[in-house]
């Protein structure tokens, strides 16, 4: 058995595994809806963070597909090695991460490893396409769906939710909180937005580009004083 087989077996990955960043960009590729990002700015890097969300109906058919852009944020730009660019981890994690294994590594696992020890982010720039119009696709629905799906998975401890299923639903926002009468700025034009400013913990606003088309921005608000919330298009249909 060769040093790759050995180390598959083990379930550890070989060096030469492929970096799983080429099979997210040729699935952009794929799409037939652009894709929204932040637009450039010195204290964000976008780093290839990128998750996919589908749905299907029951004739076969994908009726639902969401993009969401994730980044690094660099606080202080100009030195990334202060101290107030690193993230909020605990002692073990800090550790786990610093640890070298015993056997060699991807050069791209190497570096995700490295930049989970820097301030993030998380799903930041969420594009949604869904088939066909209803409730569940209007701009208000979308943008709080976004606003809890972050607030659920980053602000757990802060909210006083328990591990596992939630049954709790009063820390939800709801529609209610949706204020219109903003604007997004979007490839340099401005789009009739809605905004969600009451949240302690996250700010958000979105924008419809399209029937087919939604587009919103998550952002902590310890954060917000970081990034200006501008949007470009970062991936285009068969690009």
Request: aromatic fraction near 6%.
């Amino acid at each position: 058995m060769g040093d790759a087989e050995g180390v598959r077996s083990l379930g550890v990955l070989p060096p030469d595994a492929p970096d799983p960043r080429d099979a997210t960009s040729a699935r952009l590729r794929t799409l037939s809806f652009p894709v929204m990002g932040l637009a450039p700015q010195r204290t964000i890097e976008d780093d290839g963070a990128i998750g996919f969300t589908e749905g299907s109906g029951g004739d076969g058919g994908v009726w639902h597909v969401a993009v969401s852009v994730g980044y690094a944020l660099w606080r202080n730009p100009d030195d990334r090695d202060d101290p107030v660019n690193l993230a909020d981890l605990d002692e073990r994690t800090r550790a786990s991460l610093e640890e070298e294994p015993p056997w060699p590594r991807p050069a791209w696992l190497v570096e995700a490893a490295q930049r989970m020890r820097y301030r993030r982010l998380w799903e930041t720039v969420r594009t949604s396409w869904h088939r066909d119009r209803d409730e569940r696709t209007t701009l208000e629905r979308q943008l709080v769906d976004h606003v809890n799906y972050v607030l659920m998975n980053s602000f757990r401890e802060e909210l006083g939710l328990q591990p596992g299923p939630l049954t709790d639903r009063a820390w939800m926002v709801s529609e209610t909180s949706v204020r219109r009468g903003v604007t997004l700025v979007v490839d340099g034009d401005a789009h009739d937005a809605c905004e969600i400013d009451t949240d302690p913990f996250v700010y958000a606003i979105g924008a419809r580009l399209s029937d087919e088309l939604v587009v919103t921005v998550v952002v902590p608000r310890d954060d917000l004083h970081h990034v200006r919330i501008a949007l470009v298009t970062r991936d285009r249909p068969g690009r």
